[in-house]
């Protein structure tokens, strides 16, 4: 589906008190409005760097990227709105379709992170020939190894170790992320 498909599917769910995914529990539930209203924050705040712009700019070839996602997620709320914003930016060089995790497993099982079905997972792949390129997710590289360290090391519970990552999603505003795919923009020929 579109960005804005996967947007009207998340709204006509929340105005059902439900969210995406069989997963009906309580804490997804709960989840998903804080979520739609990070990405209704980032849909007008987020920003794509020069450099980012110049390194799509560049690609040599079309790319599309099959976007992993559910409404309930905080990483993609966090994420998601920067890849959107990176893509309606690129002059028709990326694409983007948007799955939903738990009815796609056989592909999600394809790209699991440490053995987990971690999302959002961006697949990315060549859109004309279909040659995959690359996968990128849950979470920037530098953001995943600070809450994988924070977690081992850490006797936060679950809320306290959730409220730090998004408190560094907030201060990074998207840097990590962007400087993510500069590098995998970069090495494609």
């Known amino acids: 589906m579109s960005y804005s498909g996967y947007l009207s599917l998340i709204d006509n769910l929340l105005l059902q008190g439900k969210t995406t995914g069989e997963d009906q529990s309580l804490a997804h539930v709960q989840r998903a409005p804080l979520n739609r209203q990070r990405i209704k924050r980032l849909d007008k705040t987020a920003s794509i760097s020069e450099d980012l712009k110049a390194t799509i700019e560049q690609l040599p070839i079309p790319i599309s990227f099959l976007i992993l996602t559910e409404g309930w997620c905080g990483d993609a709320s966090q994420s998601v709105p920067y890849i959107h914003k ?104």
Do not use: C
């Not at 987990?116 to 979470?139: E, M, N, Y």
């Not at 809450?147 to 990552?165: G, I, P």
């Open 86 to 189: 990176m893509v309606d930016e690129s002059k028709g060089k990326l694409q983007e379709f948007y799955l939903l995790r738990d009815e796609n497993l056989g592909l999600m099982d394809q790209f699991l992170t440490d053995g987990s079905r971690a999302i959002p997972k961006v697949i990315a792949f060549h859109s004309v020939t279909g040659d995959f390129l690359f996968s990128w997710g849950p979470r920037p590289i530098e953001i995943q190894n600070w809450y994988m360290a924070l977690k081992k090391d850490s006797s936060l519970d679950k809320d306290e170790l959730s409220l730090q990552l998004h408190q560094y999603y907030t201060t990074d505003k998207g840097q990590k992320l962007q400087e993510d795919f500069i590098e995998l923009f970069k090495n494609i020929s």
